[in-house]
């Protein structure tokens, strides 16, 4: 079992920087490959970074290319979400998730644990 919970939303300025971070506590940290969703408003959830265990692999949604970043230290059991230049478009509640594999994966479906979330709001 492992819980995980996020940190680091707030209101925010567009052109503004967030930093997200999720502390995941139970089981061997290393073990597991990460990822962060959202969810707007009246919008399913939608996948937006992940990274595999050893932080080889990572992959972003395309529309945050070039302003995300997702990493982790394992030996502190967090992985975080570094948001640059943050549009309006991006207000939603941040998800933490953790996946019971080492490879990243895409896929809501294929994460096994999850965060309470935590509300990002850009205005504009």
């Known amino acids: 079992q492992v819980q995980l919970v996020e940190s680091g939303g707030g209101l925010v300025q567009a052109g503004g920087s967030l930093r997200l971070s999720c502390a995941a506590s139970g089981r061997t940290f290393n073990d597991y490959a990460m990822g962060w969703f959202r969810q707007a408003p009246g919008k399913e959830r939608e996948f937006v970074a992940a990274?595999?265990?050893?932080?080889?692999?990572?992959y972003n949604l395309e529309s945050v290319k070039g302003r995300f970043t997702i990493s982790r230290d394992n030996a502190k059991n967090t992985v975080y979400l570094q948001m640059n230049n943050l549009k309006p478009e991006d207000t939603a509640v941040y998800y933490c998730?953790?996946?019971?594999?080492?490879?990243?994966?895409?896929?809501?479906?294929?994460?096994?644990?999850w965060g309470q979330g935590t509300q990002v709001t850009v205005s504009s």
């Open positions: 998730a953790a996946r019971d594999k080492v490879t990243i994966s895409l896929l809501l479906r294929e994460y096994d644990y």
């Open positions: 990274i595999s265990w050893s932080a080889r692999s990572t």
